[in-house]
């Protein structure tokens, strides 16, 4: 299961990447749009709200992602867990703002969703694991 994370999370970081690079480069992004359609990754991306002081919601996605790899107590991880979900809960509260969707949002919301799907299981079997321990220890 942690090689399936790694995997979430690099998709992850590659997409967030992509997202920074092309919002702090002004570059357009390859997203199928439709004028006045619903689906608008140039709309989305080029609003005030697709950055924080500055700095594109992507990059904190790129943020969050990295910072799995240093984080060991279950605080800790559960706290990711739930940075992870106020990031999507962000993202999809601004699309709903704007009006319209970034596929490629859409597809980073997805990811971190299932990252932290998998790390709530990780967390639970580790749990599971700590408790047979404990019940060893004790007969």
């Given at each position: 299961?942690?090689?399936?994370?790694?995997?979430?999370?690099?998709?992850?970081?590659?997409?967030?990447?992509?997202l920074?690079?092309?919002?702090?480069?002004h570059t357009?992004?390859?997203?199928?749009?439709?004028?006045?359609g619903?689906?608008?990754?140039?709309?989305?991306?080029?609003?005030?709200?697709?950055?924080?002081?500055?700095?594109?919601?992507?990059?904190?996605?790129?943020?969050?992602?990295?910072?799995?790899?240093?984080?060991r107590r279950l605080?800790?991880?559960v706290?990711?867990?739930l940075?992870?979900?106020?990031?999507?809960?962000?993202?999809?509260?601004h699309?709903w703002?704007?009006?319209?969707?970034?596929?490629?949002?859409?597809?980073?919301?997805?990811?971190?969703?299932?990252?932290?799907?998998?790390q709530?299981?990780?967390l639970?079997?580790r749990?599971s694991?700590?408790?047979?321990?404990?019940?060893?220890?004790?007969h």
């Amino acid at each position: 299961m942690k090689g399936l994370m790694a995997f979430f999370l690099g998709l992850v970081a590659a997409v967030g990447m992509y997202l920074t690079v092309t919002t702090l480069t002004h570059t357009t992004v390859a997203c199928p749009a439709a004028p006045g359609g619903l689906i608008n990754c140039g709309r989305v991306l080029s609003s005030s709200g697709s950055t924080i002081f500055s700095v594109p919601l992507a990059a904190y996605g790129l943020v969050w992602t990295v910072s799995r790899s240093l984080l060991r107590r279950l605080s800790a991880l559960v706290a990711w867990s739930l940075v992870g979900f106020g990031g999507v809960a962000w993202g999809l509260s601004h699309e709903w703002m704007v009006g319209s969707l970034c596929l490629w949002c859409t597809i980073m919301q997805i990811l971190i969703v299932a990252a932290v799907g998998i790390q709530l299981g990780l967390l639970k079997a580790r749990r599971s694991i700590n408790a047979l321990d404990r019940y060893k220890q004790a007969h």
